[in-house]
C-alpha cells in the first residue's frame, strides 16, 4: 500500500531515509520551509535554503521514485525580527512560481508574540494575494491551544482565505475539534514520544473520524521518525482498521488537499 508523507524535513535525513521510506511504499513527499537546525543570519542563507529545497532534494528523492515537493516561507522560529523577516518575504514569490512549490508554510506561531503574529497575517495576506495554499505551524505543549486560536482568528479576519485551503497541522487532543469545526484541515505530526505518537493519531481518528486529516512524520533535526507514517497504519491495521480507511489517512485524504494545487501531480 503506498503512502504519501505531506509534511517531512528530508533536508535533516540522510538518504538512506529515502531508500527506507521507497521501500516502505512513499511515493511523494511535501517539505515545508522551517528551522534548518541553527538561526540563518542572513535572506541570502534562505534563498539558498530555497533552492535547496527547490533544486537539490528533488534530485535525491527521485533517485528513489519519490515525488518531492515543497513549501516557502520564512518560519515562525525565525521571524521575531519583522525586519528581518521582511527582507526574507520579498524572496518568495520568485520560488512560489517554481514547479514543484505548492504554496506558503509552514507559517504560523512559535511562541506566540506580537512580531511573530504580524509576520504570520502578511504571509496570509501574500497567500491570498497570490492565490496559494497554506500549511501552518502551531506552537508547541503549553501554548499550542492558545496559539492555534490566534491562527484562527488571524485567517478568519482574511475574507480572502477559504479555510478549505489551509491545513493546520501539529494538532493534538485538545486542538483537533476546534479545527475541524472551523472548517479547516488538520495535521497530525508523529514523533516517538511527543506531539502524536501513532497510537495517539489512531485514538484521534477514532473519535474525530477520517475526514479532513492526516497523518505525518515532520522528520526533523530533533528526535523523529521518517518511518512514522507507514508505523501507523500498522497501528490502525492493528486495531482492525480496514485496508480503505488506513489508505484514506495516509494518502487519499493528502492527495485531495494537495491537489487543490495543479502542481501537485503524482504521475509523469
Known sequence: ??????????????????????????????????????????????????????????????????????????????????????????????????????????IGLN??????????????????????????HTPHLEDKLKGTKLIMDAIASNPKIDPGRVLIDHVEEHTVEQVLDRGFWAGMTLYPDSKCTPQRATDIIECYGNERIWINSAGDWGHSDPLAVPKTRMEMARRGHTPQMIAKISFDNPHTFLSQSAKFKLDG
Open 1 to 106: 500500500m503506498t503512502y504519501i508523507d505531506p509534511h517531512i524535513h528530508m533536508v535533516s535525513r540522510t538518504t538512506d531515509d529515502y531508500q527506507r521510506m521507497a521501500l516502505a511504499g512513499c511515493v511523494a513527499i511535501t517539505e515545508p520551509a522551517f528551522w534548518a537546525g541553527f538561526d540563518r543570519s542572513s535572506p541570502q542563507g534562505f534563498h539558498d535554503y530555497f533552492r535547496q529545497l527547490t533544486e537539490y532534494e528533488p534530485n535525491r528523492a527521485a533517485q528513489y521514485g519519490i515525488k518531492h515537493f515543497s513549501w516557502i516561507c520564512i518560519n515562525p522560529k525565525e521571524a521575531e525580527d519583522p525586519g528581518f523577516a521582511r527582507e526574507v518575504m520579498k524572496l518568495i514569490p520568485e520560488f512560489l512560481d517554481k514547479p514543484n512549490v505548492l504554496g506558503i508554510g509552514e
Open 111 to 136: 511562541k506566540n508574540s506580537k512580531n511573530e503574529l504580524a509576520i504570520f497575517e502578511e504571509h496570509v495576506a501574500l497567500a491570498a494575494e497570490l492565490d496559494q495554499l497554506i500549511l501552518i
